[in-house]
């Protein structure tokens, strides 16, 4: 069965099939588009609540661990509240658009951004940071110096927070609808296929997701690991 | 943290820039998951759309949520197979302009020994109290749609209220096909749907044809004067296509080449 899948979308994917690559293009368009807003947002707070204490702080780091759980489709719901006709942000007309998706997996990826950046820069040894200021490191430079030595716990972030939100479904079946040329990427065909009964087909879209992920975390993994040779 | 919070609406602000659409020429219609599963729309939705430059955003549901979302104006037109709660809907004035557009019919499907003796039955309320009496599993969608409706009032129209023996699974019509095959249970199901999986399923028609299961799908327009946000030109203009002979013989020829026999006749203008 497995073997079926996988040639299955070989299949798929040698021959060009112009809807296979339209959802694929999508999926990799708003997955890394919400990736580099959930990085935007996620490692400047992940390192913030790394660093400074302020009261209250302890309570939002566990909302942030507890975010990192998040069901996608609760996501999903509140954005599709939110973003609604008659929702509170319904004059923006972006329901049932790729920018829905971005939005709902931003939300998804975020705090698993923000709560693996400030783990990776807790681990970082205290007494190394004072060392660091010791030396006479400005606040930029010294973020700078935290950063290279966090840095493949920093990647193990953008894996995670990449590979949440190209995975999740349920958000993106709400908010984007699942339109046929619009709004379908991998993880809703799938779905879609499933309910068809097209199991075979669901089978090599899935062999095409997990393929697209695997190559771009080992991209990723390649660029962690290869710094680690030179250090 | 002002910065930061800055950059927040910014690059949120960048991401809306990549949605591109106008709104006025968009259709937003909310349709039943059978519809979708059949492929039928991924026909006739291009067709409207070179016709008329319109884009059409088909979202497909159950009809309970279909129904809600048309009582919330968040869509513009329905095409949905619950009758009743339809006139319900146009009767507060939620819809206008409901027109009947095409049916096919539900039937009972199960394990091809079956066990309860669902071929005998003469009726489809007949053939619920044989599974009831003789304790063999049913499977449910669930999950508030057209068919679940239907199962429903059948369930109601025999006087039984299932509990034991009664599987209530939440899910689409194509799921619920293949936890009833697995499971050895009899289901109702829309012919379309069944025909589709056919090859993956081990269950038998055992009962079709009787009134009770006659499956109807309307098309209607969600009432503009209602809400102002409700695109009244597309609505109308939609409406007014499905309905159009050519659309009609689409739909009476769709499926034959697939499975043999149309998935739905047209029925416009009947009652």
């Known amino acids: ?231 | 943290m002002k910065k930061f919070l800055v950059g927040i609406i910014v690059v949120l602000a960048l991401a809306f820039l990549i949605s591109g659409d106008n709104e006025s020429d968009i259709l937003v219609l909310a349709t039943t998951t059978s519809v979708q599963d059949s492929g039928l729309l991924d026909v006739i939705v291009p067709l409207y759309e070179t016709e008329t430059g319109i884009t059409v955003k088909y979202i497909a549901v159950g009809s309970g949520q279909a129904l809600e979302l048309a009582r919330r104006g968040e869509v513009d037109a329905l095409l949905v197979h619950d009758p009743k709660g339809e006139e319900e809907l146009a009767k507060e004035g939620y819809v206008v302009n409901r027109q009947r557009l095409m049916h096919n019919s539900m039937v009972i499907v199960g394990p091809s020994e079956d066990p309860a003796g669902v071929k005998e039955a003469e009726s489809a309320i007949e053939a619920f109290m044989r599974i009831y009496e003789t304790e063999s599993l049913f499977v449910s969608r669930g999950d508030d749609s057209g068919t679940h409706r239907l199962e429903v009032s059948i369930w109601q129209a025999s006087s039984i209220t299932p509990e034991e023996n009664y599987l209530s699974v939440g899910s689409g019509m194509g799921a619920t096909l293949t936890i009833a095959g697995q499971k050895n249970a009899y289901a109702l199901t829309d012919k379309a749907t069944y025909l589709w999986l056919k090859d993956s399923l081990s269950l038998v028609i055992l009962h079709e044809g009787s009134e009770e299961l006659l499956n109807i799908y309307h098309v209607m327009q969600v009432n503009p004067e209602r809400f102002e946000l409700v695109n009244d030109e597309a609505g109308k203009g939609f409406v007014e296509f499905m309905l159009s002979a050519e659309i009609q013989e689409l739909i009476g020829t769709f499926g034959v080449d697939l499975v043999g026999e149309p998935l739905f006749y047209p029925a416009a203008g009947g009652r």
């Open chain 1, 1 to 231: 069965m497995l073997s079926a899948g996988l040639k299955g979308a070989w299949e798929m994917l040698v021959s060009g099939d112009p809807v296979l690559y339209e959802i694929i293009f999508l999926t990799l368009k708003v997955s890394s588009l919400a990736t580099m807003i959930a990085l935007l947002i996620g490692l400047p707070l992940g390192v913030y609540l790394g660093l400074r204490s302020f009261p209250g702080r302890k309570f939002v780091v566990s909302v942030v661990n507890t975010l990192m759980g998040l069901p996608p489709v609760v996501a999903g719901l509140i954005v599709w509240m939110a973003l609604s006709r008659y929702g509170p942000l319904g004059f923006l007309e972006i329901i049932y658009t790729p920018t829905a998706i971005v939005i709902a997996q931003v939300i998804i990826a975020t705090p698993v951004v923000t709560g693996l950046t400030l783990a990776a820069i807790q681990q970082i040894d205290v007494r190394f940071q004072e060392q660091i200021r010791a030396l006479g490191a400005n606040q930029l430079q010294f973020l700078w110096v935290l950063v290279k030595e966090a840095r493949y716990s920093l990647l193990a972030a953008v894996i995670a927070g990449f590979g949440a939100a190209i995975s999740e479904v349920g958000a993106a079946m709400m908010v984007g609808g699942n339109i046929f040329g619009q709004t379908r990427v991998l993880t809703t065909a799938v779905v879609l296929e499933v309910s068809r009964g097209n199991y075979e087909v669901a089978l090599a879209l899935s062999f095409v997701l997990v393929f697209i992920t695997y190559l771009i975390t080992a991209a990723l993994t390649s660029l962690q690991q290869k710094q680690y040779k030179w250090s």
